[in-house]
Structure formats: C-alpha cells, structure tokens
C-alpha cells in the first residue's frame, strides 16, 4: 500500500466513525465534534470542525507541531490541533482520537464528576475503569493541553477522559474502535443519569473484568 493509498483509508475511515455517531444518536443538537487520525510519528488528518456530511477531501493533514500542511481548516478547529497531538505524542499506540460534545458524557465534564464503568460496553469497548475528569482551561490553551497530558500520566490505561464544563475526549487504535468506545461511553453516561430516578446505579461485583475478557477470549479463540 502506498503512502497515498495509506492516507486515503484513513481518510475513509473517519468519515465512516463520523457516520457511525450519528447514526447512534451521541452527538450534540450542533453535531459538533473533532475527529482525527494518525498518519506516521509527524502527521495526523483533522476534520473541519462540524463533521456532519463529512466527506474525505475536507479533511486536513497537520503536523504534529501544528502546522497545517494540507487542507484547511477553521480557526475553530485549529485551535484544538494541539489537544490531539498531546494525546498522540504521550500514546504511541493510539491511531485516533475523537472529541465530541455528547450531552449526558458532557452532563458528568459539567458536573465534574468521572464517570463510572458500570456497564458492560465501557468494558468491552476499552474503557474499564472510571473516566477521569481533566481540569477545565481555555480549549485549545496551554492549560488545557497540559491537563490532558498530566491526565494520560496519571491514568495510563484510562482511553478517555471528560474535558470539564466542554466535552469528552476518546482515543484508540483507530477510528472505528474509538467511535465505538465514544457510543459505549455515552450510554453509560445516560444510564446512569437515569439509575438515579431508581436508586442509584451499583458497581460491578469483584472479578467482572476478568470475566469479560475470559469470555471475548473464549469466543474469539
């Protein structure tokens, strides 16, 4: 596969995660979001900033160091390229990262309170401890980013995180892995919300976590 042939399925790749939120019904009532992909250790592409209708071609190739090498993007956008590349630059392994303003994820950024794994999606999907909350900074600010990073450090297994008063920021291998874990998690978030009228939502008894993997192990064996 050529470097062109490589950029291409990428490209592709996340007009397919941003169809995906859509049609899951997790995103905001403004569909805005941020999606992106990793290219090599210097590139990633970008979306616009409002990705519903995405297509391949509005996508931009930015650096890591945040120039916009190809493409254009917003100011809008631009402002957040460095809040990607601090998520690529502490993970090697990570191929994507998605922000979105999914309202009941965005509910526990507003409140400050993480969120917990109580549900077996969050598990399954990659998620299988709390979402920690990520002190709140200007977007896009120095603050901001160095929150993020300080976050990734402190949580090295964690692969999202709630930006408070803003949003939710998911990461993963790649788009579709990732864009499934953004769904799992706003699910989780809204069961949650919704426990509450009930009671309260209730923890996962001791060993939960094994079990899951013991059985995705068994079925893909």
Do not use: K
């Not at 992106?36 to 990705?51: C, H, K």
């Not at 917003?74 to 392994?93: D, K, L, W």
């Amino acid at each position: 596969m050529t470097d062109v042939q490589g950029v291409e399925e990428r490209a592709e790749q996340l007009v397919e995660a941003a169809r995906t939120l859509f049609e899951a019904g997790v995103m905001s009532h403004s569909g805005h979001a941020n999606l992106s992909a990793r290219i090599d250790e210097e590139r990633f592409l970008l979306t616009p900033g409002f990705v519903r209708g995405l297509r391949p071609e509005q996508l931009a190739t930015v650096g890591f160091d945040g120039r916009v090498l190809e493409g254009e993007l917003r100011s809008v956008s631009a402002e957040i390229i460095t809040m990607h590349s601090a998520v690529y630059a502490a993970r090697p392994q990570v191929g994507s990262v998605i922000h979105t303003h999914s309202p009941a994820a965005t509910a526990f950024a507003v409140a400050h309170r993480p969120l917990p794994c109580r549900t077996e999606p969050m598990l399954r999907f990659g998620q299988a401890e709390e979402v920690p909350v990520v002190p709140w900074g200007p977007r896009g600010s120095d603050v901001s980013v160095r929150g993020i990073a300080e976050i990734l450090e402190r949580r090295p297994t964690t692969a999202a995180a709630l930006l408070a008063n803003h949003g939710l920021l998911v990461f993963g291998p790649d788009p579709a892995t990732t864009a499934h874990l953004v769904v799992a998690i706003e699910e989780s978030a809204e069961a949650e919300l919704a426990a509450v009228a009930i009671g309260g939502a209730v923890d996962f008894p001791e060993g939960a976590v094994e079990a899951v993997r013991a059985s995705i192990a068994r079925v893909s064996s």
